[in-house]
């Protein structure tokens, strides 16, 4: 495929997700319709799709509307392309540009618009992340890297760096975690690597690595994963030595790759119904980590924030509170309990716990920490707490 005729794909698959299409749905569509697109074809027009809706507001300022056309013109303007190169009517190429979208667009607004967020939810953004608040929003519009997690338990960062090199795959150590690299070339190349195959490493962002690496393991401890999800955090934790690892989900279906991938890794994960987590007793640590806006990884999943309503964001928040009480209960008497986001919202993080913290005189904050994705990773929220003895 030409680059014209990419982004006239990339047009297509917008106005369909516009039109309301899930974005998943509409890009797997048009990739099983194209069998003559090769994988470097779908990967650009996989990474305009996105790069688009992660910057839909200020591009269609830029481009002069919010049309899969007007968000094209945007980006190409964004990113120093002559939108005259791309819409230059060649065979599967964009119709030509018309004098209205040639004089059309104009800078976005500094605010919300420019910050590529909701009206609504730019208050809180801006509040929650200060003087940081508009280099975060600008980070939030470029692609998250890719980051990989060393399964300590079976190998070293060293080895694993080596190990990947190998099979053409570049990292560097990431700093946020002792575990996590960053995958410098070759991401497409590592879900078909031995290293990945053989459980030496798991796809996971560096915040998550660092939620888990805050947290007081040791040896002999049981700990539970209420939230687990499809067990990112829970594999994590079951990387430590001698650390007993259960996991809960009150949607057990999510957990359904959480045995595999603790195969793959090697680590033993006990996976707990709802009915079977009453019977098990009490546990050294718990965390939760909770349901929440997602804001922290909105440049992985973009189309969050332009769902994200009010009404939906006090429903999460009033889960989040249901999901401290109910979590911190199966804390033992002089366990610690997380709680953690990937969320940089403070009504999601500071503002649960105290919320918790105000209703529970009997429990204290430990620590608390958060990470923006101006440190280089997702957006995340842990505080440690414990019940004051
Ligand atoms: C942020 S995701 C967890 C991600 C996971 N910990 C990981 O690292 O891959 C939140 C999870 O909480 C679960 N959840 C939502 N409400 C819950 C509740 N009341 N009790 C337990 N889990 C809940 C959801 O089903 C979802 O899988």
Not at 113 to 132: I, T, V
Not at 178 to 206: C, F, M, N, P, W
Not at 257 to 269: F, H, I, Q, T, Y
Request: net charge neutral.
């Amino acid at each position: 495929m030409t680059p014209a005729a990419r982004v006239q794909t990339a047009i297509t698959i917008l106005d369909e997700i516009g039109a309301g299409g899930p974005v998943e749905k509409a890009l797997t569509g048009w990739a099983r319709r194209s069998r003559y697109a090769g994988s470097k074809d779908r990967a650009a027009v996989r990474d305009h799709v996105f790069d688009v809706i992660r910057q839909r507001r200020s591009l269609a300022a830029l481009g002069g509307g919010d049309s899969g056309r007007h968000l094209m013109i945007g980006l190409c303007r964004r990113t120093g392309v002559s939108p005259e190169d791309m819409f230059n009517a060649a065979p599967h190429a964009p119709a030509e540009l018309s004098d209205a979208e040639r004089a059309g667009g104009r800078a976005p607004l500094d605010g919300p618009e420019a910050a590529d967020l909701p009206d609504w939810l730019w208050p809180e953004f801006s509040a929650s992340l200060g003087d940081k608040a508009a280099k975060a929003a600008q980070v939030m519009q470029t692609r998250a890297p890719v980051h990989l997690r060393v399964n300590v338990a079976r190998t070293s960062r060293e080895r694993a760096i080596e190990k990947l090199a190998a099979e053409g795959i570049d990292c560097s150590p990431h700093p946020m975690a002792s575990t996590a690299l960053e995958v410098v070339e070759g991401a497409r190349r590592v879900h078909q690597s031995e290293a990945y195959k053989s459980g030496l490493i798991e796809l996971q962002d560096a915040a998550s690595q660092a939620v888990v690496e805050s947290l007081p393991l040791e040896p002999g401890m049981r700990v539970l994963d209420y939230c687990a999800g499809g067990g990112g955090k829970a594999l994590a934790l079951a990387a430590h030595a001698g650390v007993d690892v259960f996991a809960h989900d009150i949607a057990p279906k999510r957990m359904r790759d959480l045995p595999e991938r603790a195969s793959r890794a090697k680590a033993k994960v006990t996976v707990l119904s709802p009915g079977e987590l009453d019977q098990a007793g009490k546990f050294d640590l718990v965390l939760a980590d909770a349901p929440c806006s997602g804001s922290g990884s909105w440049r992985r999943a973009p189309a969050g924030k332009w769902q994200l309503t009010p009404a939906r964001f006090e429903e999460l928040l009033e889960t989040q509170l249901q999901v401290i009480e109910k979590a911190s209960q199966f804390t033992c008497a002089d366990g610690a309990f997380a709680y953690a986001t990937c969320s940089s919202l403070s009504a999601e993080n500071s503002g649960r716990v105290n919320a918790f913290l105000d209703k529970n005189s009997g429990w204290e904050l430990g620590f608390s920490q958060a990470w923006t994705v101006l440190d280089g990773a997702d957006g995340f929220f842990v505080a440690l707490l414990s019940r004051v003895l």
